[in-house]
């Protein structure tokens, strides 16, 4: 079998930035971002050499909101890439979609140029929690653009929530939660409000303007999120991911398990033979890198080999995201240490107070473990 | 010891003062300090002064305190010389030496002020033009009158809008009975009438008088540890003189030693000279490795001839408040060890000694003069150390008289003795000035009755202020006295104690239980009245204070094995961090990086985890 690799195109452009988000993106015109897909086209060409002998097992175009480009674009980015890269027959290609920026007749394209999966970042079904959000859209847009979505086959499409944001009661997020699962995407992202530093509502919160739920109302919010979802078809496959029957997304599943990636474009992540790098994060330097440049990696910002210690960390914190867990099995044939060896008192620990749970050779979160992953993740992290 | 503003003012201007010929005639000699309510303006004045008598501008002044600095730095020595000497040409045209002694101006050092000021003969009284006299102003005054020196009032900041000099001249005739009327109205700031200030001190303030053919007699005001030189002892000639390699005994400790160097202070520098005679303010080396044998307040007197009398006012320096200091890594023991041991070469006043807590591990028990002078030492451990500490409720020392007759200095709540071998316990007395405006003395006698104090009496200073005196139970003080004296009088109060005694009392130990385990650590005395009150408000800020966690947890307060008090922490219901950042997996390392480092500063009690300030609970209990 060939190595499988992944990839992720990131497209640091949206219409406005909305008031909680820390990503990488931000208003830019036409021509940048031309310029932009242009120079990504070279990176793309100029990676080539990690894909050999390697196939692409799955692509996804993040961002930022990259169904803000011309559908032009998305493919001359998508021929880059099948230029470059052996991409399997069956591969996951996602697109990110925000239903304010996005136009039915880029659906078509979208298809023909290969994507088969839309993420379209929902957020919320009322309009004032959208509006409180920043979000440029309201739930109407997003019904239009699922549907069309729909109408041109489109037949692997997440929806992304987020919970635990200002205003929100658990009556209208019971109300959201019913009006997407009646849609029956066949993938649910559920995230909760993370406030980040340098956002307007880490401001808000500094000056005491932001009201949101208490950790009770939350943790109650998650409760039923994982059961309403439960009940309606939707498996819990990882700490914010639901999926309906065979729909888990593999390029997720990717970065939990240790797949390498490559991440292209303006600050992308990537994770290839043990090594950790992102590209830089300025968007002129990053446009004026000449073809010497890309080919030399000259982009890459905090490249960093792992060690071993720091591989059995990453192993565990990031597996265990996932709800099936770990495998000693697997460890002990990567590592050649038994994970007993390693984290034997943290298991015993987890195991004994009922955070994780043991099954055959899996060590997991319990549902209660997932609800406290950080206290039980930061216990993996060695020295 | 002093431990005010770092002093190191106008830095060379021995530069131009040759060092001087040993025959200077005692009658142009004036030795003084300045004495100042914090932030009326001594500092500023003191360096007006030095810069107005050494003839360098205020530039000059700024570079020159700059590269000393430096140098100072790169040398290893430690500057605290808050003592400076002059040379000021007068109107009646002859030379003047100027010896300023600096005093801290705060009452947790009252022993060092008043041996400063022993080594004075006159004082600067300077008084804020806007706010008056204020609490430590008159403690400062009257300690100086107590002292017999000749104290001339100023008044400062003519140059704020709200400045109101003809009052607080009124005020300060009234209240302290010193004429104003021709007090020096100045602005040390832009230095307007600075001169004025000048011309009093040579004025009103005595020549030094003091026989330099008797008995040596020498007075130590302070003294500071050079990794060189060993001990420098600051001292003031009564009487005969000292000079290099003369042998020396220290009357109160008999530590003797041959003096190595004998000298007098540039501002932030040692100058050596050959003599120093009665009537003069020096410094003397004699290699001393040990600060305790050269306690402030004793008397240097020659070994060969002895004076038959040592001077007056000495008395050993002991402790008012206690707390256990811990490392918050308990790794770090050694470490804080070490820096305790460097802060003790300076300052003879602090005392530890270790001790182990059953919840805290290893740590020291430090005794403090006060307050202000724990927060110093916590303070330098954590920023010149670089050590991150936890600190346990401050400590009075009780007096517990067991039924055996045995009476023990209880310093440590842990240590108490079973309540059945307890006939009585007495706890320290203070007698407290505070000065108001008047329309706070409601809430503060409020404060004051609440906090166990005994009225003595009030007086009106003029319309608007007035001085409370209490007598208050010295541990009613050290817990938030003073953050809930500021907050209720909205920062117009000002506050000053001096230690009465003791009194019997009826005090009881109040242990806390977390998860229905005792913590010795949050174990504190407390009067037996307040508390059922104490215990439930210390168990409301522990709920606060320590994070929920995996399971509920109980908070107890116990007298004696029986709970009066009870709060819950509720079980940990959500700690997880749902956000995809695309594959960005160091970003979300780092978060997780973070959450372990946050459990390691917090202490493991059985199967709980406690944050360091939880440690301070008990400071923090004012309700208002």
């Known amino acids: 079998m060939k190595k499988e690799i992944e990839l992720y195109i990131h497209i640091p452009f949206c219409v406005k930035k909305c008031s909680y988000c820390d990503f990488l993106s931000f208003p830019a015109g036409l021509e940048v971002q031309e310029a932009y897909v242009r120079q990504l086209q070279r990176e793309i060409s100029a990676s080539s050499h990690f894909g050999e002998g390697a196939e692409v097992r799955s692509v996804f175009l993040g961002g930022g909101t990259p169904s803000l480009l011309e559908a032009e674009r998305v493919v001359e980015i998508m021929s880059a890439i099948r230029h470059s890269f052996c991409v399997s027959q069956d591969a996951e290609i996602t697109i990110e979609c925000n239903p304010g920026s996005t136009l039915r007749h880029k659906f078509a394209v979208y298809k023909k140029a290969g994507i088969n999966r839309l993420s379209i970042g929902l957020q919320s079904a009322e309009n004032a929690e959208l509006r409180m959000l920043g979000r440029i859209h309201s739930y109407e847009e997003f019904l239009k653009c699922y549907q069309g979505a729909r109408m041109e086959g489109f037949d692997n499409i997440n929806v992304d929530l987020i919970n635990c944001i200002p205003m929100q009661t658990m009556h209208t997020w019971k109300k959201t939660l019913r009006q997407v699962s009646m849609l029956r995407p066949e993938h649910i992202s559920v995230y909760n409000l993370i406030i980040e530093e340098g956002t307007p509502y880490h401001e808000m919160q500094e000056k005491g303007l932001l009201m949101l739920p208490d950790e009770d109302e939350q943790a109650d919010i998650d409760a039923y999120t994982r059961d309403f979802l439960g009940r309606n078809g939707y498996q819990r496959y990882e700490i914010s991911n639901y999926a309906r029957e065979g729909a888990m997304c593999i390029h997720n599943i990717g970065y939990w398990t240790e797949v390498p990636y ?14 950790r790098w992102k590209n830089t994060s300025d968007i002129r330097e990053y446009l004026e890198a000449d073809q010497e440049a890309l080919s030399a990696g ?27 867990g770990v495998s000693e099995t697997d460890f002990l044939l990567k590592f050649g240490h038994s994970m007993d060896k390693v984290y034997g008192a943290v298991l015993e620990k987890y195991l004994e107070n009922g955070l994780m749970v043991k099954e055959g050779s899996r060590y997991r979160l319990s549902e209660r473990g997932l609800d406290l992953s950080n206290l039980v993740l930061s216990d993996f992290l060695l020295g | 010891m002093f431990l005010g503003k770092p002093v190191l003012r106008a830095q060379s201007f021995f530069a131009i003062i040759k060092p001087m010929s040993n025959n200077i005639n005692q009658n142009n000699i004036r030795n003084f ?60 045209g002859q030379e003047y030496i100027l010896n300023l002694i600096d005093t801290p101006g705060h009452v947790d050092f009252n022993y060092e002020v008043s041996r400063a000021l022993a080594a004075c003969d006159g004082a600067v009284l300077v008084v804020d033009a806007a706010q008056g006299i204020e609490a430590q102003t008159l403690a400062n005054v009257y300690l100086a009158l107590d002292h017999g020196l000749e104290v001339f009032p100023v008044i400062n900041k003519i140059d704020l809008p709200s400045a109101d000099p003809d009052r607080v001249a009124a005020e300060i005739e009234d209240v302290i009975g010193l004429e104003a009327h021709d007090a020096p109205r100045i602005s040390a700031k832009t230095g307007e009438n600075v ?28 003294s500071v540890y050079d990794q060189y030189k060993g001990v420098i002892v600051f001292c003031r000639i009564k009487e005969g003189r000292i000079r290099k390699g003369m042998p020396i005994r220290m009357m109160a400790t008999g530590a003797e030693y041959d003096v190595v160097e004998v000298g007098y202070f540039g501002a932030g520098r040692f100058i050596p000279c050959d003599e120093l005679s009665a009537g003069m303010v020096g410094y003397v080396t004699a290699s001393i490795k040990n600060i305790q044998t050269t306690e402030v307040g004793d008397t240097i007197t020659g070994r060969d001839e002895p004076a038959a009398e040592p001077l007056p006012g000495y008395k050993k320096v002991t402790s008012m408040v206690y707390c256990g200091i811990y490392p918050a890594d308990g790794a770090r023991y050694p470490d804080l060890r070490d820096a305790l041991e ?103 006698m409020k404060l004051c009755q609440e906090r166990r104090g005994v009225y003595k009496s009030m007086e009106y200073m003029e319309e608007t202020r007035a001085l409370l005196r209490y007598e208050l139970p010295l541990n009613e003080i050290i817990y938030d006295f003073f953050d809930a004296l500021k907050s209720r009088s909205r920062g117009y109060a000002s506050f000053d104690y001096t230690l009465k005694g003791y009194k019997p009392s009826k005090l009881v130990k109040l242990d806390i239980l977390v998860n229905r385990e005792e913590v010795d650590a949050l174990s504190f005395i407390v009067f037996a009245d307040s508390a059922y009150d104490r215990g439930r408000r210390m168990c409301e800020k522990l709920k606060e204070e320590i994070p929920r966690q995996q399971f509920e947890i109980p908070i107890q307060a116990a007298i004696g094995g029986k709970i009066i008090a009870r709060e819950t922490i509720k ?24 959450q372990k480092e946050g459990k390691k500063r917090m202490r493991q009690i059985g199967n709980v985890t406690i944050p360091q300030q939880a440690f301070m609970s008990v400071l923090k209990l004012d309700d208002e």
Do not use: W
Request: with cysteine; glycine share 6%; charged share 30%.
């Open chain 1, 262 to 275: 490559l991440g292209l474009g303006l600050g992308a992540s990537s994770y290839f033979d043990g090594v």
């Open chain 1, 298 to 324: 000259r982009l890459r910002r905090e490249e960093h080999q792992l060690s071993e210690r720091e591989l059995m960390e990453e192993f565990m914190f990031l597996g265990l995201r996932m709800v099936k």
């Open chain 2, 33 to 92: 300090c300045i004495i100042a309510h914090i932030d009326h303006g001594k500092s500023t004045l003191a360096d007006r002064i030095i810069e107005m008598t050494g003839l360098l501008t205020q530039r000059e002044m700024q570079d020159q305190v700059l590269d000393n600095m430096d140098l100072e730095r790169e040398r290893g020595i430690t500057i605290k010389a808050q003592t400076i000497r002059t040379v000021y040409k007068a109107d009646d």
């Open chain 2, 195 to 222: 001169h004025d200030v000048l011309e009093m001190i040579v004025k009103k303030i005595p020549a030094p008088t003091g026989d330099p053919d008797a008995r040596l007699r020498a007075l130590i005001f302070d």
């Open chain 2, 342 to 444: 460097k802060l003790k070469l300076n300052d003879a006043s602090l005392f530890y000694e270790p001790e182990t807590s059953v919840a805290l591990g290893f740590g020291f028990r430090c005794g403090f003069l006060g307050l202000l002078h724990l927060e110093i030492i916590q303070e330098r451990l954590e920023r010149e150390y670089n050590l991150d500490l936890v600190t346990t409720a401050p400590s009075v020392i009780y007096k517990v008289h067991k039924t055996n007759g045995e009476v023990i200095d209880l310093t440590n709540p842990t240590n108490l003795p079973d309540p059945s071998l307890i006939d009585y316990m007495e706890e320290p007395i203070v007698d407290a000035e505070i000065m108001v405006t008047t329309e706070f003395v409601g809430s503060i």
């Open chain 2, 571 to 594: 079980a940990l219901r959500k700690d997880v961090l749902a956000k995809c950042y695309g594959g960005d997996v160091s970003r979300k390392k780092k978060l997780l990086e973070k």
